[in-house]
């Protein structure tokens, strides 16, 4: 029995030792199980060995228990018995059999730690000559604070999981959460799962405030009622095309007046208003129109003031198309006849002023206003009549009186986003439909936010700027267009708190907005993918070289003519992509993503589907309802805001229907909407 043990583990040492040479390969990145198997490998022959000796003793004294002792079971005796014996003198010439096992022993012991070396010699020997690129050890982003355990996930936002998830299987798998003070860029397909593998779970999981850009609603749906009772948020939801159910967000509320900053607020707002549209440069026409919109917001603003309430774009559109009387008579008040009577008012203009701007105004009349006014009528009647029809195209979204009520009334501040007494919560809730004709009051709003809580020149590196730290989710932002501030505003409005999550479709949708050389990706310290289109041929090759290269043996093995059995082998170093092109569409299918972070080695990660998992489910509407719509400041009773069905359009949402097929549940038509 024991000669049958001791052959059965050689052979198992020195076929694991033969199997890790043959698939050095596939194993190399695992060197530290290779010594451990390599130095245990070499303590097991040693044992044996002395193993072997004892048994050889003990089988000469015919196991007798006055020199040999007792075996520890059976028939087989300690290891140590040779050292035992090898102090007694008078026996010492019969320890000559166990002393040629041991010899034995101790060659073979030498012979497997000579293949240990070998084996790691190898390893070493040009493994890199062609590439050093590799997949991620779970250690190295453990030890970077990148994965998290269920379930005291850390603050952050969730991109995957190291393995796929079945029931109960979540307490052996680590979370992948980036809590970076750096950006994140997602390429991923329509229907891909990102939002209910990143911007849903990360919702439920994110502790600052957000502004997210929310495509049909869902992520309103699903987590504001979580951000809301539990996180103790305040939940804001801007939905333009909603009659009932959307705060109002006024463009114009963001204008300092009576600083220094008031031409400056307006002509961002004209700027983005006369944009030209993608891949087009601004023209005498574009100009003119902004400068004539900088006039019209300052004059709006103030006369409203004056009237105690806030302006509007709306206004300008009813000064436009007044039908009271002519244009050109307007045009001669706006010079002549004063916004206000405030003497601290029009004290604060002298001193914004210089005295040749407001050399000839009259007191109480606006130097900028009246200025574009006199600009205005020294035009000739065709050119100030094209003018004021390229302003007018401009502004047709603000005649429709569904966009024209949310965007009156100031139902909350950009700056609260970051210093409200609380955290906020904010949804821009838009169809797909709708995008394009959205476009410049979304493009407005995310300027308004970046420009208001990250200023470039007050950033002070090492301080705390505002009271909350703000995530801004921007999925489908590349449906937008060009947003200019953002690309240059990636690069320093993390010293702000700020973090943002960009999502497209495709990497070609970024390159027609932003050009071949944009910044986008340089500022974007993670980028996570998933599996392309078929048709998207780009996207994967853009991967592939991200991933860059490897270096891999190459086994040849040739037969010199007219001989029999007689074969050359060689082997050398070559290249290769950590992942074709084609690989990345096989191998990330439909439940990987592949996860990049500067400065580390990638992961291939495991999608989230949120409503697989109890732990994110019991956070949902389910459990915490959806809020009703509300803002941050008080509206007069006429203007209260009445809230629409969303639980109808709740059950129209993908990731509803298919919450339910997951639980095969009935349905959820008796549960009442929660009202705040």
């Given at each position: 029995?024991?000669?049958?043990?001791?052959?059965?583990?050689?052979?198992?040492?020195?076929?694991?030792?033969?199997?890790?040479?043959?698939?050095?390969?596939?194993?190399?990145?695992?060197?530290?199980?290779?010594?451990?198997?390599?130095?245990?490998?070499?303590?097991l022959i040693l044992i044996m060995t002395y193993f072997w000796g004892s048994q050889k003793i003990a089988?000469?004294?015919?196991?007798?228990?006055?020199?040999?002792?007792?075996?520890?079971?059976?028939?087989?005796?300690?290891?140590?018995?040779?050292?035992?014996?090898?102090?007694?003198?008078?026996?010492?010439?019969?320890?000559?059999?166990?002393?040629?096992?041991?010899?034995?022993?101790?060659?073979?012991?030498?012979?497997?730690?000579?293949?240990?070396?070998?084996?790691?010699?190898?390893?070493?020997?040009?493994?890199?000559?062609?590439?050093?690129?590799?997949?991620?050890?779970?250690?190295?982003?453990?030890?970077?604070?990148?994965?998290?355990?269920?379930?005291?996930?850390?603050?952050?936002?969730?991109?995957?999981?190291?393995?796929?998830?079945?029931?109960?299987?979540?307490?052996?798998?680590?979370?992948?959460?980036?809590?970076?003070?750096?950006?994140?860029?997602?390429?991923?397909?329509?229907?891909?799962?990102?939002?209910?593998?990143?911007?849903?779970?990360?919702?439920?999981?994110?502790?600052?405030?957000?502004?997210?850009?929310?495509?049909?609603?869902?992520?309103?749906?699903?987590?504001?009622?979580?951000?809301?009772?539990?996180?103790?948020?305040?939940?804001?939801?801007?939905?333009?095309?909603?009659?009932?159910?959307?705060?109002?967000?006024?463009?114009?509320?963001?204008?300092?007046?009576?600083?220094?900053?008031?031409?400056?607020?307006?002509?961002?707002?004209?700027?983005?208003?006369?944009?030209?549209?993608?891949?087009?440069?601004?023209?005498?026409?574009?100009?003119?129109?902004?400068?004539?919109?900088?006039?019209?917001?300052?004059?709006?603003?103030?006369?409203?003031?004056?009237?105690?309430?806030?302006?509007?774009?709306?206004?300008?559109?009813?000064?436009?198309?007044?039908?009271?009387?002519?244009?050109?008579?307007?045009?001669?008040?706006?010079?002549?006849?004063?916004?206000?009577?405030?003497?601290?008012?029009?004290?604060?203009?002298?001193?914004?002023?210089?005295?040749?701007?407001?050399?000839?105004?009259?007191?109480?009349?606006?130097?900028?206003?009246?200025?574009?006014?006199?600009?205005?009528?020294?035009?000739?009647?065709?050119?100030?009549?094209?003018?004021?029809?390229?302003?007018?195209?401009?502004?047709?979204?603000?005649?429709?009186?569904?966009?024209?009520?949310?965007?009156?009334?100031?139902?909350?501040?950009?700056?609260?986003?970051?210093?409200?007494?609380?955290?906020?919560?904010?949804?821009?809730?838009?169809?797909?439909?709708?995008?394009?004709?959205?476009?410049?009051?979304?493009?407005?709003?995310?300027?308004?936010?970046?420009?208001?809580?990250?200023?470039?020149?007050?950033?002070?590196?090492?301080?705390?700027?505002?009271?909350?730290?703000?995530?801004?989710?921007?999925?489908?932002?590349?449906?937008?267009?060009?947003?200019?501030?953002?690309?240059?505003?990636?690069?320093?409005?993390?010293?702000?708190?700020?973090?943002?999550?960009?999502?497209?479709?495709?990497?070609?949708?970024?390159?027609?907005?932003?050009?071949?050389?944009?910044?986008?990706?340089?500022?974007?310290?993670?980028?996570?993918?998933?599996?392309?289109?078929?048709?998207?041929?780009?996207?994967?090759?853009?991967?592939?070289?991200?991933?860059?290269?490897?270096?891999?043996?190459?086994?040849?093995?040739?037969?010199?003519?007219?001989?029999?059995?007689?074969?050359?082998?060689?082997?050398?170093?070559?290249?290769?992509?950590?992942?074709?092109?084609?690989?990345?569409?096989?191998?990330?299918?439909?439940?990987?993503?592949?996860?990049?972070?500067?400065?580390?080695?990638p992961l291939m990660a495991y999608k989230i589907r949120f409503y697989e998992e109890e732990y994110f489910?019991?956070?949902?509407?389910?459990?915490?309802?959806?809020?009703?719509?509300?803002?941050?400041?008080?509206?007069?009773?006429?203007?209260?805001?009445?809230?629409?069905?969303?639980?109808?359009?709740?059950?129209?949402?993908?990731?509803?229907?298919?919450?339910?097929?997951?639980?095969?549940?009935?349905?959820?038509?008796?549960?009442?909407?929660?009202?705040?």
């Open positions: 029995m024991f000669y049958l043990i001791f052959s059965i583990i050689l052979i198992i040492i020195f076929s694991l030792v033969y199997y890790v040479s043959e698939n050095f390969e596939e194993i190399k990145d695992k060197l530290s199980i290779v010594r451990f198997i390599g130095v245990t490998f070499a303590f089988i000469h004294y015919r196991y007798n228990p006055e020199i040999v002792g007792e075996p520890i079971f059976h028939n087989l005796y300690s290891p140590f018995l040779i050292l035992k014996l090898a102090f007694i003198p008078n026996i010492k010439k019969i320890l000559y059999i166990s002393t040629v096992m041991r010899k034995i022993g101790l060659f073979l012991n030498i012979i497997s730690i000579l293949m240990l070396v070998i084996l790691l010699k190898r390893s070493k020997v040009k493994e890199d000559s062609h590439g050093t690129a590799r997949w991620a050890k779970l250690n190295e982003w453990k030890k970077a604070g990148l994965l998290s355990d269920y379930p005291k996930y850390t603050d952050g936002v969730i991109l995957g999981r190291t393995g796929e998830y079945k029931k109960g299987s979540l307490s052996k798998l680590k979370t992948i959460i980036d809590n970076l003070k750096t950006h994140i860029a997602v390429v991923a397909p329509t229907r891909s799962g990102k939002g209910v593998g990143i911007i849903i779970p990360t919702l439920l999981n994110w502790l600052g405030s957000i502004f997210v850009f929310d495509m049909k609603g869902e992520n309103y749906a699903f987590t504001a009622g979580y951000r809301m009772k539990v996180l103790g948020q305040k939940i804001l939801k801007f939905r333009p095309y909603s009659f009932d159910g959307s705060v109002s967000y006024n463009p114009l509320a963001e204008v300092e007046l009576e600083t220094v900053k008031e031409v400056k607020g307006a002509t961002v707002i004209a700027d983005i208003l006369t944009d030209p549209g993608e891949n087009k440069q601004r023209d005498h026409w574009a100009n003119s129109a902004s400068s004539l919109l900088v006039g019209l917001i300052l004059y709006v603003l103030y006369k409203a003031k004056n009237e105690g309430r806030m302006g509007s774009i709306g206004d300008i559109v009813d000064f436009l198309t007044d039908t009271s009387r002519p244009l050109d008579d307007a045009w001669q008040d706006l010079m002549t006849i004063p916004l206000t009577s405030d003497l601290e008012c029009i004290k604060s203009w002298k001193k914004i002023y210089s005295k040749q701007q407001m050399s000839g105004i009259p007191d109480g009349v606006h130097p900028v206003v009246a200025r574009t006014a006199a600009e205005m009528l020294n035009k000739g009647p065709k050119e100030r009549a094209s003018v004021i029809s390229s302003v007018m195209s401009k502004l047709t979204l603000f005649k429709d009186p569904i966009i024209r009520k949310n965007t009156t009334n100031v139902d909350f501040r950009i700056k609260d986003l970051m210093d409200y007494e609380t955290p906020v919560s904010f949804y821009v809730v838009v169809e797909s439909q709708d995008m394009a004709t959205l476009a410049p009051l979304l493009k407005m709003l995310l300027t308004q936010v970046i420009g208001v809580l990250a200023p470039e020149m007050d950033f002070e590196s090492g301080e705390e700027v505002h009271k909350h730290k703000l995530l801004l989710m921007l999925d489908e932002f590349a449906a937008f267009g060009t947003i200019p501030i953002l690309e240059k505003a990636l690069a320093y409005i993390a010293g702000y708190g700020m973090k943002a999550v960009i999502i497209a479709q495709a990497l070609n949708q970024i390159r027609k907005n932003y050009g071949d050389k944009s910044s986008i990706f340089d500022n974007c310290a993670t980028t996570v993918f998933y599996a392309p289109t078929p048709l998207d041929s780009e996207t994967p090759r853009q991967i592939s070289e991200l991933l860059g290269d490897t270096t891999i043996k190459v086994r040849n093995k040739s037969w010199k003519a007219y001989s029999l059995g007689q074969a050359n082998l060689s082997e050398s170093n070559q290249v290769r992509k950590l992942l074709t092109p084609e690989e990345v569409r096989n191998k990330l299918g439909d439940k990987r993503n592949i996860i990049s972070i500067a400065g580390m080695y489910k019991t956070k949902t509407f389910r459990t915490y309802g959806i809020p009703k719509v509300s803002g941050i400041y008080e509206r007069p009773p006429e203007d209260e805001i009445i809230d629409g069905k969303v639980l109808e359009e709740l059950q129209d949402m993908e990731a509803y229907k298919e919450m339910i097929r997951m639980e095969n549940l009935e349905d959820y038509d008796d549960y009442e909407e929660e009202v705040v």
